[in-house]
């Protein structure tokens, strides 16, 4: 009997350069964008691993550190109604 077991292939871990792309800071001009990613790292804001002396990441703890941070804005629609609403209450 010949059981076939398939090993799930471990996620993909990101290098720092990676991390840079990932978030656009080689595009930002900053002349040293890695010290940014170790700067979020010593201060808790972004998950990592150390493999030997390396910091690793996963995708999905980059995704994390967008989704904590992201500014959610009010449709400009609804932004007028609630403008236009306390404009009422305060002439009254």
């Known amino acids: 009997m010949?059981?076939?077991t398939k090993l799930k292939a471990p996620n993909r871990l990101l290098?720092?350069?990676?991390?840079v792309s990932f978030f656009g800071l080689d595009r930002q001009g900053l002349s040293q964008?890695?010290?940014?990613i170790r700067?979020?790292?010593?201060?808790g804001r972004l998950r990592f691993?150390?493999?030997g002396r390396y910091l690793r990441f996963r995708p999905e703890w980059l995704e994390e550190l967008?989704?904590?941070n992201a500014v959610i804005r009010d449709l400009p629609s609804s932004r007028c109604a609630q403008t236009s609403a306390v404009q009422r209450r305060d002439l009254h």
Request: aromatic share 4%.
């Open 33 to 36: 964008p890695t010290e940014a």
């Open 66 to 68: 967008i989704e904590r």
């Open 15 to 19: 290098t720092s350069e990676d991390a």
């Open 2 to 4: 010949s059981t076939k």
């Open 39 to 43: 700067w979020l790292c010593r201060t």
């Open 49 to 51: 691993t150390k493999v």
